[in-house]
Nanobody, 122 residues
Framework: QVQLVESGGGLVQAGGSLRLSCAAS????????MGWFRQAPGKEREFVAA????????AYADSVKGRFTISRNRAANTVSLQMNSLKPEDTAIYYC???????????????WGQGTQVTVSS
């Protein structure tokens, strides 16, 4: 079983930065990828970024490329999302997820954190 806990959300002005962290209790063989998703009220959950636990593979949504960076610390069992040049449309609850592949499909991810709120003011 994998337990995920996000932290680092908050309120920032447009153009500012936040760094989200996800702490995993442990990693299983089937959970070889870590991802970040976000969901705004009334909208579908959307993919943000993902990274392989063991390799250099990464994937980003077009909307965040060049602004967000996903990284992981294998020794600490943590995954981070550095968010720069934030825009009001980035406002959402951000979820950490553990899955099999570095892909955008939510069904690829078997474990999810509770979410952390990110609010970007204009």
């Amino acid at each position: 079983q994998v337990q995920l806990v996000e932290s680092g959300g908050g309120l920032v002005q447009a153009g500012g930065s936040l760094r989200l962290s996800c702490a995993a209790s442990r990693r299983t063989f089937s959970s070889s990828a870590m991802g970040w998703f976000r969901q705004a009220p009334g909208k579908e959950r959307e993919f943000v970024a993902a990274i392989s636990w063991s390799y250099d593979n990464t994937a980003y949504a077009d909307s965040v490329k060049g602004r967000f960076t996903i990284s992981r610390n294998r020794a600490a069992n943590t995954v981070s999302l550095q968010m720069n040049s934030l825009k009001p449309e980035d406002t959402a609850i951000y979820y950490c997820a553990a899955g099999r592949l570095v892909i955008a499909t939510p069904h690829n991810y078997d474990y999810w954190g509770q979410g952390t709120q990110v609010t970007v003011s204009s």
